[in-house]
C-alpha cells in the first residue's frame, strides 16, 4: 500500500519548473535595478512598477484603459469571427465559391496585417472604427482559414449516410457537416482571439490616442515614466495569457462531446 500511495502523492505535487525563469528573471531584474547595473529612467526597478500598477488601480485609470481596450477587442473579435466563420463556411460548402474567390482569399492572407494600415486609415479615418476593423481582420484570416479546412475535410462517408438517410441540406450542414468540422473552426477562434488581443494594442498605437492600455504604455514612453511602461507590458502579458486560457477552457467544454467514455 505504501508503494502505490507513494507514487499518487507524487502525482499530485504541482510541478513549479516552469516559474524558474520568470522568477529568476525577475530576481535578475531586481538585482540589476538595486546595484544600479542598469540606468533607473530606462529600467524601472520592480517596486517602482508595482507603485505604479496600484496608483493606477487605485484611481481608477488602469480599469478605465482596460476596460476600452477590451470593448475594442471584443468588437473586433465579433465582428471578425462573424464574417470569417461565413466566409470560410462558403468556400468549404461551394466548390464554386472556392475556384471564385479561393485563389484572391489565399494571396491576400499573405499580406502582413500591418501593410493594411494606410488604406484603413484612409478608409476609416483615425479613430475606433479603423481600429475595430483592424481587429477584424486579424481574426478574420484564422477563423476563414480553419472553418474552410475543417468543413472541406469532413469525411465522405458522412455525406453518404446522410444521402441515405434523406437529411435535407440543413440537417446535412447543422447535424454532420458543422460538428464534423467544429475541432477545426474553435481552433480558428482560439487563434482569432489571440490575434485580436494583439492587433488591439497595435491598433493603440498606430492610430489615434484613446483610452486603452497600449496608449497608456505609449503616454509613458512619451514622458520618460519607464514603471508605467513596464507595468502596462505586464498588464497586457497577463490579459493575453487570461484571454488564451479562457478559450481552451470554452473549447474543451464545448467539444466535450466528442470525447468518448471509456
Do not use: C
Amino acid at each position: 500500500m505504501k508503494d502505490l500511495a507513494q507514487p499518487l502523492s507524487r502525482r499530485r505535487r504541482p510541478d513549479l519548473r516552469g516559474w524558474v525563469v520568470p522568477v529568476g528573471l525577475l530576481l535578475l531584474w531586481w538585482l540589476a535595478t538595486a546595484l544600479q547595473w542598469v540606468d533607473g529612467r530606462i529600467v524601472a526597478s520592480p517596486l517602482a512598477v508595482v507603485e505604479a500598477f496600484w496608483q493606477a488601480a487605485v484611481s481608477g485609470e488602469l480599469w478605465h484603459n482596460l476596460g476600452a481596450s477590451l470593448r475594442r477587442n471584443l468588437s473586433g473579435f465579433a465582428l471578425g469571427g462573424l464574417i470569417g466563420l461565413a466566409f470560410g463556411a462558403a468556400l468549404g460548402l461551394s466548390r464554386l465559391a472556392e475556384r471564385l474567390v479561393g485563389p484572391t482569399f489565399h494571396a491576400a492572407k499573405q499580406i502582413a496585417l500591418f501593410a493594411w494600415i494606410p488604406l484603413l486609415s484612409a478608409w476609416f479615418g483615425f479613430g475606433e472604427p479603423a481600429k475595430v476593423t483592424f481587429i477584424a481582420l486579424a481574426v478574420f484570416y484564422p477563423v476563414a482559414l480553419n472553418s474552410f479546412e475543417g468543413i472541406r475535410t469532413t469525411r465522405v462517408e458522412l455525406y453518404e449516410v446522410a444521402r441515405v438517410l434523406g437529411l435535407s441540406r440543413n440537417q446535412r450542414l447543422f447535424r454532420l457537416v458543422l460538428p464534423s468540422a467544429a475541432p477545426a473552426i474553435f481552433t480558428g477562434l482560439h487563434l482569432g482571439l489571440i490575434y485580436a488581443w494583439l492587433a488591439t494594442i497595435g491598433a493603440e498605437y498606430f492610430f489615434s490616442a484613446g483610452p486603452g492600455i497600449g496608449n497608456s504604455m505609449i503616454d509613458g514612453r512619451e514622458h520618460f515614466e519607464m514603471d508605467q511602461v513596464l507595468y502596462g507590458l505586464v498588464v497586457v502579458g497577463a490579459v493575453g495569457l487570461l484571454l488564451n486560457r479562457l478559450a481552451a477552457w470554452v473549447e474543451t467544454r464545448s467539444l466535450a462531446w466528442r470525447v468518448r467514455p471509456h
